[in-house]
């Protein structure tokens, strides 16, 4: 989509991309003109590069891994992005969401791990578990009209019944699965959120 990134295939499967999810990225992008964009889980932030590049007016990008932080701005530099409304930030993403005061994020990207027990952060992550926990803290970070999209590669993830009734909820899986990935139509899930009128 005329975007650039640095790709890693000689150290370790951890390239840097993941190829499954260039719609939600497309998708990110077309939803992202004049928006503040708050992506959690950001790993490499190809998902801010391509809000970014779709006319956000600012972001927030937050992992835990340094190393990934760097990879992200140097995803920015590839593509000749302004960095100065764009913030990268080094935060365990549970903590910095239970902290966080409401500040009408009017984008919000959420794709965690599946599962994480990182020596960095306290505690572990199961996102089948612990989905409606950050979907919660997400949806209180929204601003009035604002989505936020909720992805997940856990290949048997069901959505907590609760959710449906109480935020509007969109099951996007087949609309972010390329062709390429159809052969496995659970490679991820994908949902929008907003709020109940």
């Known amino acids: 989509d005329g975007l650039a990134f640095q790709v890693n295939f000689s150290d ?10 260039r719609l939600t990225r497309a998708r990110l992008r077309g939803l992202a003109a004049g928006k503040r964009f708050l992506n959690l889980f950001c790993y490499t932030a190809t998902a801010t ?39 990268l930030l080094r935060a365990d993403c549970r903590e910095w969401l239970a902290a966080a005061q409401p500040e009408g994020w009017d984008l ?50 069901r959505l907590d019944e609760t959710a449906e009734r109480q935020w509007q909820v969109t099951d996007i899986s087949a609309a972010t699965i390329p062709f390429d990935f159809r052969r496995n139509p659970r490679i991820h899930r994908a949902y929008e959120l907003r709020a109940r009128p």
């Open 12 to 21: 370790y499967l951890d390239t840097g991309v993941f190829l499954d999810h």
């Open 49 to 87: 590069v391509y809000a970014a590049a779709g006319g956000a007016r600012a972001s927030l990008s937050v992992d835990l891994s340094n190393g990934y932080l760097d990879w992200a701005a140097r995803n920015f530099g590839l593509n000749a992005l302004e960095r100065a409304s764009h913030e």
């Open 108 to 157: 919000i990207f959420l794709d965690p791990p599946t599962f994480s027990n990182s020596k960095r952060m306290d505690g572990v992550l199961d996102t089948q578990r612990d989905h409606m926990q950050l979907l919660g803290d997400c949806m209180r970070l929204l601003a009035p009209g604002g989505v936020l999209l909720f992805s997940t590669n856990a290949q048997r993830f």
